[in-house]
């Protein structure tokens, strides 16, 4: 009987860390995600003839917030 309750309170705190990690692998995919979109419209935008020169600062914004950043990016700029 031990052994039956030793291992449901392991496989439950085993399913806790797993969710513990799990939060943080989401959050890194979303500003990966983020990150691609922004950079290819920011892109797509100087393809338009926009004339945004593309900085460190502007790249960090526009990956950082997606689309609203290039959004924003572009409203500085003009």
């Given at each position: 009987m031990e052994l039956v309750v030793a291992?449901?309170?392991g496989l439950i705190v085993l399913c806790?860390?797993?969710k513990i990690v799990?939060?943080?692998m989401k959050l890194l995919w979303k500003m990966i995600t983020n990150s691609?979109?922004?950079a290819v419209l920011l892109w797509?935008?100087?393809l338009f003839?926009?004339?945004i020169q593309i900085t460190f600062l502007k790249a960090l914004i526009a990956g950082l917030f997606g689309i609203p950043g290039?959004?924003?990016v572009v409203l500085?700029?003009?």
């Open positions: 291992f449901a309170v806790l860390i797993g799990a939060l943080p691609i979109v922004g797509v935008v100087n003839g926009a004339g290039v959004l924003i500085m700029s003009l």
